[in-house]
């Protein structure tokens, strides 16, 4: 199916590996101009290369960071026809282990940025072509996740966002993705803590989890990527306001 975004211009933030990255390529390979922004790095760098895409330096946590993003980014594309806001994972801990400063480096990095990178588009995206906004949220939203405390009390509230603001920005339209457990660096890092604290070893983590999958497996970012493409697309253009799980069936929750 052709999704109809040869052409298209987006910016993709935490666009320098897993997740976003995966979301740069499968836009990419449908022919889109992208620009991917995240803190300024070589892996940047290679991530917008090898898309043939715009590497845009940005600290995302900042107050100034998500504006500066978007400007840059419009101003290399010609404008901007979608957002995919995605900032990383943050802090994990339990409650008992979260302090104020982690509080306000995850709000920062994870609610405050966000709101931010919409709010600084908003006004691109309504002169775009089929505008839309994809944000990346987690299983989260749907279920608490053990040890990651911010990422339950935030990504909900993305989650509410997304909802939101379906009346007020349309026609822009608005989606999120909810990720299961996906083989990337942060799901990686997160294995390995849970082992520690088990007192286990990694593999036996990674193979609880992936009992706890229908699908038996992680997924593999390409596969979150194509996903992210279509709702994106103008081929779903009349999907606005949803979340979708890719999660190999891991939440059983109901919509």
Known sequence: MDLGIKGRRYLVGGGSRGLGG???RALAQEGAAVAVTARASAELDASAAAINGIAIGADL???DGPADAVRRAAGSLGG???????????????FAELDEAT????INGTLQSSLRLIRAALPLLRDGRD????VILSSSVREPIAGLMTSNVLRPGLAGLIKGLVDEIAPIRINGIAP?????ERVRSLDIGRAERAGTSVESVQ???????????????DELGRVAAFLLSPAASYVDGVIIGVDGGLIR???
Not at 80 to 94: E, I, R, S, Y
Not at 103 to 106: D, F, T
């Open 180 to 184: 299961g457990r996906f083989d990337t």
């Open 61 to 63: 946590s900042t107050a």
């Open 22 to 24: 995966a979301v740069a």
């Open 207 to 221: 193979a609880a989890m992936r009992a706890r999958i229908p699908l038996g497996r992680y997924g593999d970012p």
């Open 253 to 255: 929750s109901l919509p």
């Open 80 to 94: 901007l026809d979608g957002l995919v806001v995605n900032t990383g994972g943050p802090p994990a801990g339990t």
């Open 131 to 134: 505008p839309s906004i994809l």
């Open 103 to 106: 509080w306000a480096r995850a």
